[in-house]
């Protein structure tokens, strides 16, 4: 049983440049979610997605960044115009649709984001 | 003021002995409590899954939970250097599902 599969496991880009980052869930997983971990912090949630549907996306940065799930292949984070700033640890984590007593999220191994 | 506050540590225990891993909380909407481990440069691993008040045990882990005074807790008892990673403490709004909050993370070290 596979888990959370994300790629690349590390992603160097210059600033300006675009990042993708990919995540497949767990299979029979519906929902994903993205969060972001900065040095000697714990993690951020980013946006919470599932097939098709944007659910949550309190904790993106207003700009620059998109997420998508679509019906076919697996969740997006995009990081358009990347800055210094956006180096960090990107995971995603894949849950079961949520209802009571069923809300584990499991993590994927993360991309680490590095901008030059 | 954070919503889930975690000491970082670090916390260097002997082979053996028992750890405690705490973090408080301020908002009263948390109903589920979850203790994730993280090894040096891997994903976050789910250890414990609470909800409620109460103990739960599994192997060498018990998780605690006290919601009158906003505060859990994890144990490790017999310690080992394979538990040596930091540990992330989360919580989850009821009325809220999907986003995780999480603790700043306890690095713990065992040594031999």
């Known amino acids: 049983n596979a888990g959370v599969m994300q790629n690349p496991r590390h992603l160097v880009r210059r600033r300006g440049q675009e990042a993708r980052l990919r995540c497949s869930p767990m299979k029979g997983h519906s929902h994903v979610y993205w969060y972001r971990q900065l040095p000697e912090e714990g993690l951020k949630f980013m946006v919470y997605?599932?097939?098709?549907?944007?659910?949550?996306e309190s904790g993106m940065p207003k700009e620059r960044f998109s997420a998508e799930f679509p019906k076919e292949g697996p969740s997006i984070l995009r990081i358009q115009q990347v800055v210094r700033g956006d180096s960090a640890a990107y995971f995603c984590?894949?849950?079961?649709?949520?209802?009571?007593?069923?809300?584990?999220?499991?993590f994927g191994p993360g991309t680490r984001l590095t901008v030059l | 003021q954070k919503e889930v506050e975690q000491d970082p540590g670090p916390l260097s225990v002997p082979e053996g002995a028992i750890v405690s891993l705490n973090c408080t909380y301020s908002n009263s909407a948390f109903q589920y409590f979850m203790w994730y481990r993280q090894y040096s440069r891997k994903g976050p691993e789910l250890l414990m899954y609470?909800?409620?008040?109460g103990n739960k045990e599994d192997g060498r882990f018990t998780a605690q939970v006290d919601k009158s005074s906003k505060y859990i807790s994890l144990f490790i008892r017999d310690s080992q250097p394979s538990d040596s990673a930091t540990y992330l403490c989360?919580?989850?709004?009821?009325?809220?599902?999907?986003?995780?909050?999480f603790g700043r993370g306890t690095q713990l070290t065992v040594w031999p």
């Open positions: 989360a919580m989850l709004r009821g009325s809220t599902l999907g986003r995780l909050y």
């Open positions: 997605l599932q097939k098709e549907n944007i659910i949550d």
């Open positions: 984590a894949s849950s079961l649709p949520q209802r009571e007593g069923r809300n584990e999220q499991f």
């Open positions: 609470t909800y409620s008040s």
